[in-house]
Structures are given as structure tokens and as C-alpha cells.
């Protein structure tokens, strides 16, 4: 099947709901994390607390050029999905509460890295939408887009952003400070301090060092202030300073979108790599050719870390745990949710159409159901109980996994007294499919 002909079909099957799925990355490398279950109050600008979207496109690269149309098609759907807005409009209407005329919103990219920028087509296409936002009357020059550093060169100009203001700098605020450690204060930038709005947009990358292993949602802020190495201001060591920043009043309260560029993306050797890495988890193109949308940016960099720490793992490197992600959903920052089994997953990629179940050739259970384009295998659930649900955490019910389209489970038929309920869900990259549906198998003994 060809790349267009598996991105329609999954558009035609709808959307998947999956909670996160501990992925082998952790399993590999021995790690164990706890999760902290903390008080959590009011998050004004988290409006979805633990809900993300992941949208796969195989059509949205092909080699170096991105294109553009599958990438607002992509942006529209993933918008609607995390919403559950009839349109794409809406959905962002619904992302901006009290939209007028007279309101802003900014852009925070990232174009650090001559390979792997925030890409400009993605948010070409939020952008589009607003202006076709307050009746088609939103002004474009209340639009910033805006980097620390030249952003002309990555595609953000005045071609493909017509009337939109692009600012490269940070244009720091003198008035307004962050404390990032104590004693220690740095200067907001003056984008965020003036705008209504505040689309954070990261992409997936790695970095080197030790104490910044990740380029993503938090360290994205780096951009959004004044720091310098020479007056002890540097903000990358991620706890507490970049969570101070993401927690404080502009950036925590404004922000209200993640939007995670992940068409390339750098497993290693990041934030400034030679190129895109190469990805054995995309083996269609060797790139991840996706979205991330969230509001909750806990979840969108734990989601981040174990994709990256995935790849590593498949590629034979270390996987990294750093605890700052974690921290950050806790006291006194309460930026989020860390905790997998709270975390509500919307993809694109299908469930098994139909789930049948037979007689063994050898006794107990035969299963098959139709391949699901994108999968790279399937997992499979059973139970005693006809209305379990899937437990991808404990696996207390995941009797296992295969690349094919059958599964024989011989010990169906060991007690015939034992009726037992199946499961079959796709899964591709480290996220699950919706259920396939549930079949009994009853009698079904050795002979």
C-alpha cells in the first residue's frame, strides 16, 4: 500500500484513544521510575491536564522538503482530536477563550540547529486559522513569531507570513523578572510579557549534555529570557530554573498550546545535529513524519523523552531518566501530569477492524484479524472477565505480542470450564490503537 493511499485509510478509521504504554526503552534499560501522585491545583493555561495528540503522516517529508498541505491537513486534525471540535477552526477558537480583534498571539519556535528547526509549515498552518478567526478579521500584525536568535533564514519570513511580525531576539522586558534560583533573576522576554496568547512550539530533539538531555517543551523557554554564563543568569540546568520559568505567571498562564514539530527529529547528537537522525521506529521513511499537540506540557516532554529514549534503546545507546520532568507535575510548580495510567493518547493510527477466534489445530484458541496499516505489531489482551479492560502498565492481562495476524494461545484449552475474552490492538512506534473488537471463546478445550 502506498504512503498516501495508508495515511487515508487511517483518516478513514478515525482517531485512537490510548493511554500511555510503558515502552521497552525503560524495560531495556533496567529503569525503574516512580510516580509521585501530587495535590494538583488550578492550572489556568493547562486546560486538558494529561491529554496529548500524536498525528503520523507518512506524506508530510519526502527527503529534505516538508509539505506544506499535509502539514496544515495534519495540524487541523490534530487540533479537532485534542479538542473534539467539529472543525479545525473551532477547535482553535475554543484553545484562544475570549478571541477578539484586539488580542495577541505569539510564537515561541525553535531554530537553534540548521537541520532541525521548529518547522515553519506547521505553524503556517495555526496562523492561517487565525486569520480566518474573529469573523476573518483577526489582524495578522497581532501575530509575533519570535526566537532569540535569526529565524528569517528557517522559513519564518515575511513570504510565507504575510503582515505577521517576525522578531528575532529575545527583546527582553526590563520590568519584568523571574526568580530562577534563589537570588538569582532573569529578564522575560517582552513577546510573551505583551501578547494574550502563547503557542509554544519545540521540537524533538536530544542534547549532549549531562544536565540538558532534552530540547523540548521546557528547554524551548530558554529562548524567552535573558541569561548569560558570565553572571551565573544560564538558565539550561533544567531544575529548578527551567521549570521556574515555565511556572511563572506570562508563561504558565498565556500558554495555551504545545505544538511539537516532530516530521524530523534527533535521537542523538542533538540540539545542533550534522542532520536528521535516522529512525528504525519509522522504518517508511526513517523519520517520525508527526505532530504533538498538547496543553500540558508534562505530558507532551514525558511523551518527548520516551520516544527519544525508545530510539536510543532500539539503536543500542543509553536511555536517559532525568528526574525535572517528574518534578515538574509536583509542588511548586504543578505544570502537569507524569503519571502514565492518567495520560489520555490520540492517534491516527487504527484498530483492528475484526477479531475472530477458532478452534486450535493443536487445541485451545485460534486468533486472526485484518493488518492495520502502520503497524509495526500487534498486542494481545485476555481476560476471564468479558468487560476487562487492556493493562498495557502491570501486563497483568497482555498474553503477548506478534508481527503477525494470528495468535494461537494453546492454553485457552486447558480448562474447559474456563471461558476467556481477547483483545487485539495495533501499535507502532511506543502508542497503542484503540480496541479491536472483544471475542469469547468458550469450550474451545483439548480433546
Known amino acids: 500500500m502506498s504512503a498516501s493511499s495508508r495515511n487515508e485509510d487511517r483518516l478513514r478509521r478515525g482517531i485512537s484513544r490510548r493511554r500511555f504504554i510503558q515502552t521497552a526503552a525503560m524495560a ?3 529503569a525503574t521510575i516512580p510516580v509521585r501522585n501530587w495535590g494538583e491545583p488550578t492550572r489556568s493555561g493547562n486546560v486538558m491536564p494529561g491529554k496529548i495528540v500524536i498525528w503520523e503522516d507518512l506524506g508530510a517529508s519526502s527527503g529534505t522538503s516538508v509539505n506544506l498541505v499535509t502539514v496544515k491537513t495534519m495540524v487541523e486534525n490534530g487540533l479537532m482530536a485534542l479538542t473534539g471540535q467539529p472543525t479545525a477552526l473551532s477547535a482553535l477558537e475554543s484553545l484562544l477563550p475570549g478571541l477578539d480583534v484586539t488580542k495577541r498571539v505569539t510564537f515561541k519556535v525553535n531554530c537553534l540547529g540548521t537541520y532541525v528547526p ?6 503556517r498552518a495555526v496562523t492561517d486559522l487565525l486569520r480566518q478567526t474573529c469573523g476573518s478579521l483577526y ?3 497581532n501575530i509575533t513569531i519570535f526566537d532569540n536568535r535569526g529565524i528569517g533564514s528557517f522559513g519564518f519570513n515575511s513570504t510565507n507570513f504575510p503582515d505577521v511580525t517576525i522578531a528575532s531576539g529575545a527583546n527582553v522586558d526590563p520590568t519584568t523578572t523571574i526568580e530562577i534560583a534563589p537570588g538569582v533573576t532573569v529578564k522575560l522576554s517582552s513577546h510573551i510579557v505583551n501578547c494574550d496568547y502563547l503557542i ?3 521540537v524533538l530533539k536530544d542534547h549532549g549534555q549531562s544536565d540538558k538531555r532534552w ?22 540546568a533544567p531544575n529548578p530554573r527551567l521549570l521556574n520559568i ?13 505544538l511539537t514539530s516532530a516530521i524530523y527529529g534527533v535521537w542523538n547528537g542533538g540540539p545542533n545535529p550534522g542532520g536528521p537522525s535516522s529512525w528504525s521506529l519509522f522504518p517508511e521513511e526513517l523519520r517520525p513524519n508527526s505532530i504533538m499537540l498538547s496543553t500540558d506540557p508534562v505530558t507532551l516532554e514525558h511523551w518527548g523523552i520516551e520516544l527519544i529514549n525508545r530510539e536510543r534503546a532500539s539503536q543500542g545507546y543509553p536511555v536517559y531518566s532525568l528526574p525535572y520532568c517528574q518534578d515538574a507535575a509536583g509542588p511548586p510548580w504543578y505544570l502537569g501530569v507524569y503519571d502514565f495510567a492518567q495520560h489520555e493518547v490520540i492517534t491516527n493510527l487504527p484498530e483492528p477492524a475484526s477479531l475472530e477466534a477458532q478452534p486450535g489445530a493443536m487445541g485451545g484458541v485460534q486468533l486472526s484479524w485484518p493488518a492495520v496499516s502502520g503497524a509495526a505489531k500487534y498486542r494481545v489482551y485476555r481476560s476471564t472477565n468479558p468487560y476487562f479492560t487492556p493493562d498495557p502498565f502491570g501486563g497483568s492481562n497482555l498474553l503477548g505480542e506478534t508481527t503477525a495476524t494470528s495468535y494461537a494461545d494453546p492454553a485457552a ?16 512506534a511506543i ?17
Open 139 to 141: 489582524p495578522p500584525a
Open 431 to 447: 502508542w497503542e490503537s484503540p480496541d479491536s473488537p472483544r471475542v469469547g471463546a468458550f469450550a474451545f478445550a483439548l480433546p
Open 246 to 258: 515555565s511556572a511563572s505567571p506570562h508563561v504558565k498562564e498565556k500558554t495555551k498550546l504545545i
Open 118 to 123: 521548529t518547522r515553519w509549515e506547521m505553524v
Open 200 to 202: 509554544n512550539c519545540p
Open 28 to 30: 531495556a534499560a533496567g
Open 215 to 236: 530540547t523540548l517543551a521546557f528547554k524551548n523557554h530558554i529562548g524567552s529570557v535573558y541569561g548569560s554564563s558570565s553572571d551565573g543568569t544560564n538558565c539550561h
Open 413 to 428: 484449552g486447558v480448562d474447559p470450564s474456563t471461558n476467556y475474552y481477547y483483545i487485539v490492538r495495533a501499535y507502532r
